[in-house]
């Protein structure tokens, strides 16, 4: 059962960046598909960003052209750098893994982060 501990969330004025990282407790290369959500008060938990195995990432409509998903397989780390932020990207923001299919995504990710707070003021 693989553990994932997010980091790097914060405060930041409208327009900043901020770079979320998120570490997995085991080799993660080649077994999971990993993503981030995140959820807003009052708001379902929505995917922002996922990433293949094979490096292939899918986007959420809005947050394209802003935000970046990559991977570190050496350090089992997972990266969300978000720039041009707005004050609706606000929300916890959570690292998940889909293990059911050997790095392929197939939307069934089993394994969440504790999640980290980002907020963003205009």
């Known amino acids: 059962q693989v553990q994932l501990v997010e980091s790097g969330g914060g405060s930041v004025q409208s327009g900043g960046s901020l770079r979320l990282s998120c570490v997995a407790s085991?080799?993660?290369?080649?077994?999971?598909?990993m993503g981030w959500f995140r959820q807003a008060p009052g708001k379902e938990r929505e995917v922002v960003a996922i990433?293949?195995?094979?490096?292939?990432?899918r986007y959420a409509n809005f947050v394209k052209g802003r935000f970046t998903i990559s991977q570190d397989n050496a350090r089992n780390t997972l990266f969300l750098q978000m720039n041009s932020l707005k004050p609706e990207d606000s929300a916890m923001y959570y690292c998940?893994?889909?293990?059911?299919?050997?790095?392929?995504?197939?939307?069934?990710?089993?394994?969440w982060g504790q999640g980290i707070l980002v907020t963003v003021s205009s």
């Open positions: 990433i293949d195995s094979d490096g292939v990432t």
């Open positions: 085991e080799y993660t290369y080649r077994r999971y598909c």
């Open positions: 998940a893994a889909d293990g059911s299919n050997w790095g392929s995504c197939e939307n069934q990710f089993e394994f």
